[in-house]
């Protein structure tokens, strides 16, 4: 299995900050027949069900705001999340989709600070 | 509108048989796929397996022959069964969609999960 290893587990922000979240697969998730990385990223706020952000390790899901950026290529990848607002307090998930199992990293929180 | 909802017990008993239904709406499911993801009281997400449009299916291994996944496609329904269940699958239990274009194998839509606890 492809094991994801996300850090930092936790991050205490004040608003406005920028942030940068880190994944690293244990196998790349670069495919080399379209050239792309097999990498989603979701936001998951207490008591709700996750929602996707990112996908292809850098395309915006369809309403998420451009704050949210995700970058990276083979086995690192970072989520950049410019000028954190108050409603961005969440856990954030690394996921990759190269392979079954699909497999999730453990989850960066987002505090206030 | 998409949407997925889950429904099943809220109490199983230790060593019997869990079983939830995803009812889904807004699409189809010969056009999307459907997985399932378990989450523990306070701890990350598992992905237990899925069924894909055209009717295989995938399962995570850590899950054995303990699994199964079905569906009725006349009633947008997918179906999870976990046999033998023990405290550690006390969880709640999310049935999330992928198959969109560009999105085939990303979860795009979720349900709001089932909560499911084990009890002895």
């Known amino acids: 299995d492809i094991v994801m290893t996300q850090s930092p587990s936790s991050l205490a922000v004040s608003a406005g900050e920028t942030v940068t979240i880190n994944c690293k697969s244990s196998?790349?998730?670069?495919?080399?027949?379209?050239?792309?990385?097999?990498l989603a990223w979701y936001q998951q706020k207490p008591g709700q069900s996750p929602k996707l952000l990112i996908y292809?390790?850098?395309t915006r899901q369809s309403g998420v705001p451009d704050r949210f950026i995700g970058s990276g290529s083979g086995t690192d990848f970072t989520l950049t999340i410019s000028s954190v607002q108050a409603e961005d307090l969440a856990i954030y998930y690394c996921?990759?989709?190269?392979?079954?199992?699909?497999?999730f990293g453990a989850g960066t929180k987002l505090e206030l600070k | 509108q998409v949407q997925l909802k889950e429904t099943g017990p809220d109490l199983v008993q230790l060593t019997q048989t869990l079983s939830i239904t995803c009812t889904v709406s807004?699409?189809?499911?010969?056009?999307?796929?459907v997985h399932w993801v378990r989450q523990p009281p306070g701890k990350g997400l598992e992905w237990m397996g899925a069924?894909?449009?055209?009717?295989?299916?995938d399962y995570n291994s850590a899950f054995k022959s303990r699994l199964s996944i079905s569906r009725d496609t006349s009633k947008s329904q997918v179906f999870l069964k976990m046999n033998s269940l023990q405290t550690d699958d006390t969880a709640k239990y999310f049935c999330a969609r992928s198959g969109g274009y560009n999105l085939y194998y990303v979860m795009d839509a979720w349900g709001q999960g089932a909560s499911v606890t084990v009890s002895s």
């Open positions: 996921q990759q989709y190269y392979d079954t199992p699909y497999t």
């Open positions: 069924m894909w449009n055209g009717g295989g299916t």
């Open positions: 292809w390790a850098s």
């Open positions: 196998q790349s998730l670069l495919y080399s027949g379209n050239q792309k990385n097999y």
């Open positions: 807004g699409f189809s499911l010969t056009t999307y796929n």
